[in-house]
């Protein structure tokens, strides 16, 4: 398995708090990515990075930020998390170079994020 | 990307090969096929893709036919641990910019005892 991890992977918070998930790989993979999964809507792409301090927007980006100041490490803030942001988190890496450089992802475990 | 169509569920009995059906039948030339699948609470695992040849590695076998508008993945000799919802994503390879994959809503597959 490709070595990604999650941390944490599980957290509950009060709604207006900040909160941060962190995202670590060993691959040295170029590209990271941070998905949402909810019932009825399947993995929606919120952030991703094609190097680093290189970061763009998803479908759902509204309300999070990313940082990725090293290849290993990106991370996800909800500066002020809302209920609506409760779900399950992933990290994804892909190598960024070659065929299936993009299509080809490896995913985290998944961070369980309860917003109360 | 094209759509895909994917039949909602499937039981396989364990030790028997499970054949996963998938129809893209607005596939491009340049689109290629790739397979996930997610185990209850797990991130998505890539299985496997191809763009117009059979394709075959450790976890299963990817069979396309000639006009390209379908695909079957092949799991040889199905687990209990192979029970996860199966999901058909056409892609764009290559080049251009880093995006989000697509899952639908995939094919719960039950391998049963």
């Known amino acids: 398995d490709a070595g990604i991890t999650q941390s944490p992977r599980h957290k509950v918070t009060e709604t207006g708090t900040p909160v941060t998930l962190r995202c670590h790989q060993t691959e040295n993979h170029r590209y990271m990515y941070w998905y949402r999964q909810d019932p009825g809507h399947g993995l929606r792409l919120i952030h991703y990075s094609y190097g680093v301090k290189d970061t763009d927007k998803g479908e759902v980006s509204d309300g999070y930020s990313v940082s990725r100041s090293k290849t290993e490490d990106f991370l996800l803030t909800l500066e002020s998390a809302t209920s609506s942001q409760t779900s399950v988190y992933f990290c994804a890496i892909s190598p960024g170079t070659g065929v299936s450089s993009y299509n080809e992802q490896f995913f985290g475990p998944g961070t369980r994020l309860t917003v109360l | 990307d094209a759509k895909t169509t994917q039949p909602t569920s499937m039981d396989c009995a364990e030790g028997r090969a499970a054949n996963l059906p998938c129809n893209h039948s607005?596939?491009?030339?340049?689109?290629?096929v790739y397979w996930y699948r997610q185990i209850h609470s797990q991130g998505p695992q890539y299985i496997i893709h191809g763009l117009k040849n059979n394709e075959t590695n450790e976890m299963a076998s990817l069979i396309i036919t000639e006009d390209r508008k379908s695909s079957t993945l092949i799991l040889p000799h199905a687990t209990l641990r192979d029970t996860a919802v199966y999901y058909c994503?056409?892609?764009?390879?290559?080049?251009?910019?880093?995006?989000?994959?697509?899952f639908g809503s995939g094919t719960q597959l039950t391998v049963l005892p």
């Open positions: 994503i056409v892609r764009v390879d290559g080049s251009g910019s880093a995006r989000q994959l697509t």
């Open positions: 607005t596939i491009s030339g340049n689109e290629y």
